[in-house]
């Protein structure tokens, strides 16, 4: 493969659909299979980034389409999630607002031919998006009283903790950005 990292981005993707797919349907261990998904994928988050960094250097492409593969697949999930009635459309809606926010944003510096690397508190978000929905998932597929199981106030708690982390990384990402956002244009 030339450039394996690109190939498992583009596999996110498509893994993303299939999780989607197990989450929509009743079936037996739909959504056990849906969870197996996810993890591989944000399995294959970290590996892409290590095999770029290290064995078959960074493209545009990566560049671009990794952090956007992150955000379809976590936004996929937590979308899910509100279809089964595990999470409130508001929680998903602010996450998914600050998900184009940063794109946008990134968008707009690569075209000023500034990459800009996630930050810590980037790093944070993904962290706690991906431990949520894992246990969102627990809470579905084994519904106990100690699980986030759908219309739980744990699953409530979760839910807002993701929210505003992930509004609170958005508003770091734009403070350290701010001289990009008020440059004067020419």
């Excluded at 999780?19 to 197996?36: E, K, N, T, W």
């Excluded at 950005?177 to 004067?184: A, G, N, P, S």
Aim: aromatic letters at 14%.
């Amino acid at each position: 493969m030339k450039n394996l990292p690109n190939h498992l981005t583009i596999s996110r993707f498509w893994m993303t659909a299939v999780m989607m797919v197990c989450m929509s349907i009743d079936f037996p261990y739909a959504r056990i299979a849906a969870l197996g998904i996810f993890i591989v994928a944000s399995i294959t988050d970290a590996l892409d980034g290590y095999l770029a960094r290290n064995f078959f250097g960074c493209t545009s492409f990566g560049k671009l389409m990794d952090p956007l593969a992150d955000k379809v697949l976590v936004c996929a999930a937590f979308i899910g999630f509100i279809e089964l009635g595990s999470l409130h459309a508001w929680m998903v809606v602010l996450i998914i607002a600050r998900e184009f926010m940063v794109t946008g944003m990134r968008l707009l510096m690569i075209e000023k031919g500034i990459v800009m690397p996630a930050g810590p508190w980037g790093k944070i978000k993904t962290t706690v998006q991906m431990l949520v929905i894992c246990l969102l998932f627990f809470g579905l597929i084994w519904p106990m009283e100690w699980l986030p199981i759908p219309g739980s106030a744990f699953a409530w708690w979760l839910g807002l903790g993701a929210a505003l982390i992930t509004a609170w990384s958005g508003m770091v990402y734009f403070w350290q950005q701010r001289h990009i956002i008020w440059e004067k244009e020419g």
